[in-house]
């Protein structure tokens, strides 16, 4: 897995340790959460390999349920189940791990089979707009990003254009404490974009190398605000070239299907480039994403494991797609 | 993109040529889309599971009406078991004897607590209560900050706690204040938290334990996928939750999660919240979500239910009328008092989707007492009138006001009513005598 900022091109930097024991320490972390639960409901997908060993029709409609279980949505599975179909018809499989190896290999081919795609900054300030829907962990993930950038040598600075939700900028401020970086602030109810206007304006002054701004939570059925997003893109491609450089889309795990909807409308509205699947540390698989890779061919470039400052690890599709079967 | 259920089964009927009942064979393809639907919308697919294998059960099980086709019969059913799930009638808070009652605001990571409880105090205080608010949030950045400046926002009064931050001192303190200062209500805000992470489920067992709360609130996100059924099931199972708020309506969202909780938890779905102003909250009414979850306008209750109300000999005789463009204001007046057996007015114009016509309709506020005066008026007009209402002009239109006991305004009032009746008759004849979903509907059903 190639982290996020091995190929930045601005700065050499040391290879994060912490992340990289991190990573390999997550899916164990993951299980051994979900393995707490006590729910019932649970129905692990393994079980159904282990009980089975020939395929049949029950067998697909049980995989097909568990995928659905799983959020990667009715269509989307249905696409997977008829493709493998095919596939174990034509080669014979009877065995039911071969099956399960070419639905990993589909969903990896959704996917792209890739991990969290490489951004190169070419830029000063390479600028990051974070948006999603409300509360699914834009703010957080901002404090986890402008942390990480910092530990990789990087100056950085975050902006509050979320002016809009109480005590947004206060929550923005304690994380811009934490990961010990400047946040750019203007009064509550400021429109937003001469927030990013002025983050930029001083990212430019100070040479910084990264700005990440944050963004008020919108519903992107709301077509004022999807359109209050386009004017902070416009504001920002003004003041630095090419900006900005990246659009990060954060989905909460525990969405379903909506979560398709949202990516579109965002993509529509502010050109996505990449999605933050936050709050995998819960049971929620959030398989949503592959259905957006697969319509979309948005890349999945971190997830968010939990509240705390370090909580963010690059993305993994392997290992994602095990975890799905998990 | 996620195809109307009625439409899908309209059509899968339609391919089963011949077939005038329900059999096996069309029932299977029937619980196909049904299923699909469910998923698409978010019901978790277990959920799914059982619900189809009722509705199944119940379209193999029951006599054939024949006044409905078996499209209408399945969808029928499939209605009765959504609302059967959900509840049929709006729940309501439940208050303690004793006052204060406690409330606890429970549920994920950003699900919506915070601007819940902002909305739920502003509610509280338009019914008569006087709530204190609190936040026990002591983890998320600004969340003690957020919840200060929503109270201030909605003009209620709430618990600073400054320089306290454990949960439990900090609620028992806010306990004691409202009991002296004569607060009815203390509504507490908690600290999202995963159904998994067993510490912090501990601290709300605590503070349930010590606090004995009126209602623990499961406020949950409209957006929520399968996992719905696991976060409420746990939060349930260890606090025993008394009701759900479902939130961010507003957006697109099917809701599938409402369905999903409530048959893990068998609590009933108290608010919904549509908006992140303090008023963008409203009671649950389980047959708006039913219809959200179908796709459409409850259109096709108003129909069945007109089904069983009007006899077919008279409805085929008012089709044939409404073909020929002669519903007359006698035949109008028929048509109240059969509408009027149906059940109350605005519960009919409530199963209409708010759109087109029928948005105007529902717009013109009608109430009982003006069906009453609407009766009034008709019965004043001569025979000829009734027939043809061109006739009615300012001369008469006095008359019948004189001798109705109601102002020309009214008669005015009722002749453009009548008109825009006879416009929604018009659309609706076809189901009223062959039994069918009438094809023109389609143009009320929602875009897509
Ligand atoms: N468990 C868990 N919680 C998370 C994660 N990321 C964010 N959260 C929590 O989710 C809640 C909402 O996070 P925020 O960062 O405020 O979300 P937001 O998108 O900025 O919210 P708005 O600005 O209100 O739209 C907070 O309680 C966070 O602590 C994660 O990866 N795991
Ligand atoms: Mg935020």
């Known amino acids: ?326 | 993109m996620f195809d109307i259920l009625t439409e899908k089964l309209q059509r899968t009927f339609k391919t089963l040529k011949g077939e005038a009942k329900l059999t096996e064979n069309n029932v299977d393809f029937a619980m196909r889309e049904i299923r699909l639907a469910l998923l698409e919308a978010d019901v978790n697919f277990k959920v799914v599971k059982d619900f189809i294998d009722r509705v199944r059960a119940k379209c193999l099980g029951t006599e054939v009406m024949t006044a409905l086709s078996p499209a209408q019969q399945v969808i029928s059913f499939v209605r009765d078991e959504l609302i059967a799930t959900l509840g049929d009638a709006e729940a309501r808070l439940i208050f303690s004897k004793n006052p204060p009652s406690v409330f606890l605001v429970v549920g994920l990571q950003g699900s919506g607590k915070t601007t819940s409880v902002g909305k739920i105090a502003r509610w509280m205080m338009k019914n008569g209560h006087r709530p204190l608010l609190l936040s026990v949030d002591v983890y998320r950045p600004a969340a003690r900050e957020q919840l200060s400046v929503i109270a201030h926002d909605v003009d209620a009064k709430i618990f600073p706690g400054e320089g306290m931050d454990q949960p439990l001192a900090l609620a028992k303190a806010a306990l004691r204040e409202a009991s002296l200062s004569g607060y009815d209500v203390l509504l507490i805000d908690t600290a999202g938290r995963l159904h998994i992470d067993d510490e912090l489920m501990q601290e709300l067992s605590t503070l349930k334990q010590q606090l004995k709360p009126s209602e623990i609130l499961f406020v949950a996100d409209a957006m929520t996928g399968q996992d719905a059924v696991k976060s409420a099931h746990e939060f349930h199972e260890r606090l025993g939750i008394s009701g759900v708020i479902l939130t961010k309506l507003d957006g697109d969202a099917r809701g599938g999660a409402a369905l999903s909780i409530r048959a893990v938890t068998g609590q009933p779905i108290k608010f919904v919240g549509v908006g992140e102003k303090p008023d963008a909250l409203e009671l649950f009414y389980p047959d708006r979500m039913v219809s959200r979850l179908l796709g459409m306008g409850d259109v096709l209750s108003l129909i069945e239910k007109a089904q069983e109300t009007f006899d077919l000999k008279q409805a085929q005789k008012l089709e044939e009328k409404l073909r020929k463009d002669e519903f007359s204001l006698e035949d109008f007046r028929d048509q109240l008092r059969q509408m009027r057996k149906l059940g109350p007015l605005d519960k009919i114009l409530g199963m209409l989707p708010q759109i087109g016509a029928m948005k105007d309709l529902q717009k013109a506020n009608i109430d009982e007492k003006q069906l009453i005066h609407t009766e009034a008026i008709i019965n004043s007009m001569t025979p000829r009138e009734r027939r043809n209402h061109q006739i009615i002009n300012g001369q008469r239109r006095k008359r019948i006001a004189r001798g109705s006991g109601t102002t020309v305004n009214q008669v005015n009032q009722l002749l453009k009513q009548y008109a825009q009746m006879r416009k929604m008759m018009k659309s609706m004849a076809g189901s009223l005598a062959g039994g069918r979903m009438p094809r023109h509907l389609e143009r009320f059903l929602p875009r897509q």
């Open chain 1, 1 to 326: 897995m190639r982290p996020y900022v091995e190929s930045c091109m601005i700065l050499p930097f040391t290879k994060d340790k912490a992340v990289e024991d991190k990573k390999s320490g997550f899916f164990s972390k993951l299980r051994a959460a979900v393995t707490k639960t006590r729910d019932v409901l649970n129905t692990p997908i393994e079980s159904i390999f282990t009980f089975k060993k020939e395929i049949d029709k029950s067998t697909l409609e049980e995989l097909e349920m568990a995928l659905i279980g799983a959020d990667i949505g009715p269509a989307t599975t249905a696409h997977i189940v008829e493709k493998i179909r095919d596939q174990a018809s034509r080669q014979q499989l009877t065995e039911v791990g071969q099956v399960k190896a070419l639905i990993r290999n589909e969903l990896l081919a959704i996917l792209q089979g890739e991990n969290s795609r490489p951004v190169v900054m070419q830029q000063k300030p390479h600028v990051i707009i974070i948006v999603g829907v409300n509360g699914v962990g834009k703010t957080t993930t901002i404090g986890k990003l402008a942390n990480k950038f910092k530990n990789d040598g990087l100056s950085v600075k975050v902006c509050a254009a979320d002016t809009f939700r109480a005590a947004a900028i206060e929550q923005l401020e304690i994380w811009g404490q934490r990961a010990g970086v400047e946040i750019i602030r203007q009064k509550h109810g400021t429109d937003p974009s001469a927030v990013v206007f002025d983050a930029l304006q001083s990212a430019r002054a100070a040479q910084s190398d990264v700005v990440i701004v944050d963004t008020a939570g919108r519903l992107h059925t709301k077509h004022n605000l999807m359109s209050e997003l386009e004017k902070m893109k416009r504001v920002a491609s003004r003041e630095v070239p090419g900006a900005p450089h990246e659009v990060l889309l954060i989905i909460d795990a525990v969405t379903g299907q909506n979560g398709v909807q949202q990516a579109r409308e965002f993509t529509k509205a502010a050109a996505v480039t990449g999605i933050v699947l936050t709050k995998l540390d819960g049971t929620a698989k959030g398989g949503v994403v592959v259905a957006i890779a697969k319509e979309l061919n948005i890349p999945i470039q971190y997830v968010g494991v939990g509240e705390k400052i370090d909580d963010l690890i690059p993305f993994n599709a392997e290992e994602f797609v095990d975890s799905l079967f998990d």
